[in-house]
């Protein structure tokens, strides 16, 4: 499968605790996306980069999330310090940028459970 | 900042009756526009876009969708629904050239019964 893959597909954690999110983009896809999406909401935007820089940040980042992607290919979303408002499906998606022209693939997400 | 707006929450319809789910955007300049649907248990996954061109645009499985400048509009047809078209369906903007983050429309959830 050459698809956007998540890991992990679920993770139940405590309050307070540190939760660390892995996104392995298409390969040849150079722009990478973080996204959040609550129960009857559309997907939020969080984050994105091209290449291995971040090009924009979403007001809902708060500074308990960190996202990485060091070499430009997978990328990871940490949250430290977690709350039960953390609670979400958190989606990846890459695309390739050509153009302005942006057709972005969605991954499988990771659902997030904080008790 | 843009905006989607999809009136339609909850759309029942029985196998072979038509559809229109309803989607609105808010922006000053041209945009991209997307449908996403997501079946039960499954990713999202891309119905069809439009970038330019022919404002009618065709997609995946018979679906197809129309952008009318004017009413900053981009609805999203079926002429005869399967039960296997059951799902959620998002309409999806972004500023046209950018190639940034899509934002999204609430979502319809539409169940078709047989």
């Known amino acids: 499968d050459t698809g956007v893959s998540q890991d992990p597909r679920h993770k139940i954690t405590k309050r307070g605790q540190n939760v660390t999110f892995r996104c392995d983009p298409i390969?040849?896809?150079?722009?990478l996306y973080w996204y959040r999406q609550t129960l009857g909401q559309g997907p939020e935007f969080l984050t994105y980069f091209q290449n291995e820089a971040q090009l924009e940040k979403s007001r809902l980042l708060s500074d308990r999330f960190s996202a990485e992607r060091p070499k430009g290919s997978f990328s990871t979303l940490e949250i430290q310090r977690t709350e039960q408002g953390d609670s979400a499906m958190y989606l990846c998606?890459?695309?390739?940028?050509?153009?302005?022209?942006?057709?972005?693939?969605f991954g499988p997400g990771t659902r997030l459970t904080v008790l | 900042a843009q905006s989607v707006s999809q009136h339609n929450h909850h759309v029942i319809l029985s196998e072979a009756a038509s559809l229109e789910l309803g989607c609105n955007y808010s922006y000053g300049g041209t945009v991209n526009l997307f449908w996403y649907v997501q079946y039960p248990g499954q990713h999202l996954q891309l119905l069809l876009k439009y970038f330019s061109g022919d404002p009618l645009v065709k997609g995946i499985k018979g679906f197809e969708a129309e952008f009318i400048k004017s009413k900053f509009s981009f609805n999203l047809r079926k002429p005869s629904v399967q039960w296997s078209d059951t799902a959620e369906y998002f309409c999806?903007?972004?500023?046209?050239?950018?190639?940034?983050?899509?934002?999204f429309g609430t979502g319809t959830r539409l169940q078709v019964t047989l």
């Open positions: 390969s040849e896809h150079n722009r």
């Open positions: 998606a890459s695309s390739w940028d050509f153009s302005g022209y942006n057709e972005q693939f």
């Open positions: 999806a903007v972004t500023p046209t050239g950018t190639a940034s983050k899509l934002t």
